[in-house]
């Protein structure tokens, strides 16, 4: 802890750095209070808070691309309830506490009107708190299923993509039927993989299956064969959903463990977002079945629609950018951001928002939705909405691996994922 | 599940992940021991070692992954290497090595190369085929050929390592440093430039261990964080300044890990083997091997 | 108290009270970060204790922060305890938590210590991760907390006044009691140890218990910070127990000045605009302003920037 001696550089001196960084920190402080010339635009100005960095960074990459894309296509149509939509992206390096202070920021110095984007359970669950406190509306994009049972607040909804419960709900039947009857399951030691054992454990013993093991590995962990032989040898099925960077060693390592014989496989997208299917070591997945919210490749969802959304967004007919081919997307999370952006509008426009004072108006037109209708604004299929729960249902796809591309077999309907939701958000004040 | 195959796995394993710990940890040691500073951006050479092949193997040469692989081996040290004789000249030396600096300037450090990486290879995982591939079956399970061979090259490079340290005169330098570098400086020896040199050998062998596991793990801009954590415990458990008691923790930790999780659940196999460690060190906090001499 | 204590003590009090006139000139978006970052200055005072003043550099002080955090949560949500009551529970949660590991490590110093204290930590997280059926893992607890009653004042936690003041409260008590501590009989021991702990024992002082001490009123206080987090903020989860918790104390103090007691308000404060400042640029990889930033600062201030003014104020008297 001693130093030894001290050496000041040539050059500028430390006062005279000291003084500039002052002079910077002080203006960045006084931002607020210095005018800015700009003439006060009559902006819709929406937050985007996106994992712009972190273990959630690639799906922070496309959230973005999606978004900006969505909010030009609006744009052009004329806006929102004829205002123009102001896209302001802040990155919340998929943490807790700095999605908290994000959202302060949003609601303190930007002053927007809404905010959307979360994923991951982690800093939803941190951010939807901090939302209810400063009453700012929070469309999450994130699949958990907490929000349908009551454990946040008035002010979050999730009108763009699916929870968990309903996607196993609806694809679980076919899976007990198609895949395997006993079925072990490999899921990440999060909430969003506890939805997954809790649900699907539930609904496969009611089709007459059941979950022989299930095998949690923790966030942190980047290596998995070890815990293959916990596999028990008498497993029908594997039905794996992984997430973060691990998930390709986890596939190949499956893989190299079981090579052709083993456990049938089912797995959901989440272990392969962005992750091109036919990248080597992946050849095992032939043959096996992936749940899908929105197909990954054009051919499972061949609308004209869908064919917009993809144009807009830059995605090629394999899912990938069409800038490089090598960069596969998340389609079956990012249309969410799609979708919640036209979904605000279409509240914005039935409840005539103006401003911050409208927005219990806001919050009753929505939970007032019944559904959207397939469309542009909602490429992936018509939507049923449980208002009172704050949570959008979909058709939900099973696509199977070949040829190192993703055919869809099988779509269940949206009366096949519904199930009765706990919560009852509009007993809540505002 | 506790069949002997299950512990033949473990085993296997526990093995191929010791070796690497061991070549990942190496440098880590010779940093500690000889600079007695704590890199806190030694995870990041490992990264970029991932990086740099994926580079050569799948982008640059694409032909075949042996070519793209040999490349990557002899460039990832040297363009790592560099780097570090950077830092090392440019933050390092004006700190004076001080212990509480270097670890600030070595996280400033962290960051500059992660945020690099993230700017120009993006956020996403690559993965990477392997140089040589084949799939061996063992009763019960099959197993990756490539890991085998990795768990021979790490052994091949620690031996090499060895070899230099034991028998070149750099090697007897930085021996002499690590054990008294003020007397080591009143006999001639060019602290300062082994000191350099050191830096950039410990980046150069967690380059090459970043070479060896990224057609295993893939290459990803955050994936220097378990390396770090790991080539930290190992040094530490292994004893300070202690080369072979680095090699016998990493064996104790890559095996006992490997068994530990096929009894446990992955979270509890954790748990135990985090509380082990830290058992071990409140037991014997000078770590598992006694003596300061190698 | 002599001249020179005086002025000390009296220097650190003006901070206090500029700290909290300075709550009605700060527009609402800063207001609600210097809240923040006075809470986090409690933690990062709180590892002070343990790395400016004893010398142990520990990278496991997260988990202290996650049991007062923790212990203020689960009482909160599962008992239904009210703001003061769950804080003194999260306050007792972390002493308990301290005073256990203390009694483990009361031994250990140096890298082992290091490395004991990391190990601790990430025990506790996975164990967050594995008692998922209480703590809910790592989405966390979410909690509706009633107002505080407070001399018949009903104080409502989602009010930035409310936030601000009470972390200002805990921070000025955590000032004080540094700075005290710092200059008490006790804290000279602990100098002494940091500064050679053989001849400290040799003059006959079980330096052990010292150090036993030492880490029990740092994990307190970091829990304290924990605590007060979870109750102002609504919130806990794994991640208040994973390895970022424990690198950003280590980070804020060696940046303010490590042994010094307003360095880690000042390390705080430079870390959270520093963030703050890259990100507005818009640049992918913006913490990379940080890294050179944090090099820079480090080449140019060698005891941190508190030590910097310090040894300034030296120089010129």
Known sequence: MRVRSSHTPRGLSRRQILAAAGAVSGLQLAKPFIITARAAEDTLKIGLEAHRTGIGAVYGLWYERTSSAAVKVINAMGGIGGRQVELIVEDDATDAKRGTEVIEKFANEHKVDFVFGPLFGNVVGAVAARAGELKLPLFVVSEGSELADGAFNRYVFQTGITNVRSQVTAISPWVIKNVGKKVTMIIPDYIFGYNHRDFFTETAKAQGGTVNAVIAIPPTETSFTKYFSQIPADTDAIYHVMVGPGVLTFVRELGEFFGDKGPKLFGFIDSLEAVDIGAPGLEFLEGSHVWEAFPRYLSGLNTDNAKFYRSAVGIDENGASVDNPKEVCTNSHMFGCWETLFSIKEAVEASGYKGPADKQKLVEAIESTTGYDEGKGHPQGKKQFIGKAHQVFAPQFISKVEGGKLNVVHTASIEESLYEPKADYTKLPL | ?294 | MSGAATRIYAFHLAVIAALFLVQFALPAYHYGNVTRIMLYAVFAIGYNILLGYTGLLSLGHALFFAAGAYGAGLAAHWWGFGPIAALAVGIGAALLVSLVTGAIVYRTTGVAFLIVTLMLAQAAFLSTLYFNTITLGDQGIVLSLPPIALFGASLRLADPMVKYNAALIAFAGALLLSLWLLRSPFGRVLVAIRENEARTRLLGYNTALYRFTALVISGTLSGLAGALYCILFGYVGSSFASLQYSTEPLLWTLLGGAGTALGPLLGAGIMFYLIEFASSTGIEGYMIIVGVALVVITLWFPEGLAGWFRRLKRVRS
């Open chain 2, 1 to 294: 599940m506790i069949t002997g195959s299950a512990i033949f796995l473990a085993l296997l394993e526990g093995s191929v992940g010791a070796a690497v710990l061991a070549l990942t940890a190496l440098g880590l040691s010779l940093v500690f021991g000889v600079m007695r500073v704590i890199n806190i951006a030694h995870g990041e050479f490992v990264m970029l070692g991932a990086v740099v092949a994926w580079w050569c193997a799948a982008d640059l040469l694409g032909a075949h992954p042996l070519l793209g692989f040999a490349v990557a081996l002899a460039v990832a040290p040297l363009i790592v290497g560099a780097i570090a004789v950077a830092a090392d000249w440019l933050v390092l030396r004006r700190v004076n090595y001080d212990p509480e600096r270097t670890i600030v300037a070595t996280m400033g450090l962290l960051y500059i190369i992660q945020q690099g990486v993230l700017m120009t290879y993006g956020p996403d995982a690559r993965p990477l085929d392997p140089p040589i591939y084949f799939r061996v079956q063992f009763p019960g399970f099959g197993y990756s050929g490539y890991k085998l061979i990795v768990a021979g090259l790490a052994l091949l490079l620690l031996g090499a390592t060895w070899l230099f340290l034991a028998r070149t005169r750099i090697g007897l330098y930085m021996r002499a440093t690590r054990l008294d570098s003020e007397t080591a400086q009143a006999f001639g020896v060019p602290v300062k430039r082994v000191y350099a040199i050191v830096f950039a050998l410990g980046a150069m062998l967690a380059a090459l261990s970043g070479v060896l596991i990224a057609p295993i793990r893939g290459a990803h801009y955050l994936m220097g964080a378990d390396p770090l954590l790991l080539s930290f415990i190992v040094v530490i458990v292994g004893g300070l300044g202690n080369l072979r008691g680095t090699l016998l923790a990493a064996a104790f930790i890559g095996i006992g890990d490997g068994m530990i999780s096929v009894l446990f659940s992955p979270t509890l196999a954790k748990i135990i083997a985090t509380l082990l460690v830290a058992a071990v060190l409140v037991v014997k906090p000078g770590g598992l091997a006694r003596s300061t001499a190698s």
